[in-house]
Nanobody, 116 residues
Framework: QVQLVESGGGLVQPGGSLRLSCVASGISFSGSSMAWYRQAPGKERELVARIIPGIMTDYADSVKGRFTISRDNAKNTVYLQMTSLKVEDTAIYYC??????????WGQGTVVTVSS
């Protein structure tokens, strides 16, 4: 059974930082592409950042230069370091895994609220 468990969300002031973590189990983590998506109230879910085997990364234009995705294959964990947070970054953040067999798995989400 595949599980993705996110943590690290919370309330932060504009300009602040947070680090999200997603621990994966039941999946070939090192061979999987991992990604963070987010869904703000009333909006569709959107890709924030992704990292594929080989450590290639890709970011949404809205977070480039502020967010960094990374992975630790020894810990089956993907991270999203978020800095210079803005009110518009407020959303539920979801971890997604694309396995080597092309199956897609989602975590339950972690809430990030940026507010003064």
């Amino acid at each position: 059974q595949v599980q993705l468990v996110e943590s690290g969300g919370g309330l932060v002031q504009p300009g602040g930082s947070l680090r999200l973590s997603c621990v994966a189990s039941g999946i070939s983590f090192s061979g999987s592409s991992m990604a963070w998506y987010r869904q703000a109230p009333g909006k569709e879910r959107e890709l924030v950042a992704r990292i594929i085997p080989g450590i290639m990364t890709d970011y949404a234009d809205s977070v480039k230069g502020r967010f960094t995705i990374s992975r630790d294959n020894a810990k089956n964990t993907v991270y999203l370091q978020m800095t210079s947070l803005k009110v518009e970054d407020t959303a539920i953040y979801y971890c997604r895994a694309l396995s080597p067999s092309r199956n897609v798995y989602w975590g339950q989400g972690t809430v990030v609220t940026v507010s003064s």
